[in-house]
């Protein structure tokens, strides 16, 4: 490829960001990632701007527990939001990395979610920018929007600041109004980037495109990168059924055992050892 091409041929050669969200979207079942904002949805900045947008939030949210379950505790509503919105950027930033080798930018400005109809967490997401990263060997590279990197591990590397990046204007957003703690918080983000690592893969539906996705949250969370809480914690276990089969320990508390009749997560920190 000519890498001296003027940047008005470039803009006709390999794809753009668009297409990347076209094909990314086509591979999950509700179409999940889109370029527009409609009626309804959320700009991430606008919710980090505006904190009593979250107070909004678990309310709706605390309203639909109660409907499902009777009752509505508080650190279950603000625990329930914490995950659904983290899982915004980094579930766009490990679809993107796992099927495109692609990160788009993470910025807050730069992404938007709408809720679902049924309960009230993030059901399509919007990647709002043009520019993205990617390896010399894209078709896409050539392109004005497109920042080239040299290697795998240095586009994780980007994805994962990136990502830090936004969660940490989400810790200073939302921990007053949740109380829930800093510890807590960033335990919530380091599940968000390496469950959603490992489910881009899952979605798959083989067990080599699992294997892909746990190979990307070991490229990503290779060790512990404050204020991110651990490494990747996927791991091989023996299943129910004999086989073995991944699964990983979480690093923050759903505190899904406050509702009636629910009892801790077989991999919540608070039962599970360290």
Do not use: I
């Not at 881009?200 to 294997?211: I, K, L, M, S, Y």
């Not at 949250?217 to 996927?234: G, I, K």
């Amino acid at each position: 490829m000519n890498q001296q091409r003027s940047f008005r041929d470039a803009r006709d050669v390999g794809d753009d960001l668009a297409s990347s969200l076209l094909r990314v979207g086509g591979l999950q079942e509700r179409g999940e990632l889109r370029r527009d904002v409609p009626v309804g949805w959320f700009r991430c900045s606008d919710l980090l701007a505006r904190p009593e947008l979250f107070e909004e939030w678990r309310e709706l949210l605390s309203s639909w527990l109660t409907g499902e379950h009777g009752s509505a505790p508080a650190r279950t509503a603000a625990s329930y939001v914490m995950s659904w919105y983290l899982h915004v950027p980094a579930y766009v930033g490990a679809l993107l990395l796992h099927h495109e080798r692609r990160v788009p930018s993470l910025k807050p400005e730069r992404l938007a979610f709408g809720l679902g109809e049924d309960r009230p967490h993030p059901e399509g997401m919007a990647v709002l920018g043009d520019a993205f990263y990617c390896l010399p060997t894209d078709p896409g590279s050539v392109r004005p929007e497109a920042t080239v990197v040299r290697d795998e591990r240095a586009l994780a590397g980007v994805l994962r600041a990136q990502y830090v990046a936004h969660a940490a204007e989400f810790v200073r957003a939302y921990a007053p109004g949740s109380r829930l703690g800093r510890r807590m918080l960033w335990a919530a983000a380091t599940d968000a980037l390496d469950n959603s690592l490992w489910w881009a893969g899952r979605q798959g539906g083989t067990p080599d495109a699992e294997g892909a996705g746990v190979a990307d949250a070991a490229l990503v969370l290779d060790e512990r990168h404050r204020p991110l809480t651990s490494a990747s914690t996927l791991r091989l276990t023996d299943g129910p059924d004999g086989h073995r089969e991944w699964a990983r320990r979480r690093e923050s508390c759903c505190f899904s055992y406050l509702l009636p009749g629910e009892a801790e997560c077989g991999e919540c920190p608070r039962v599970c050892s360290r």
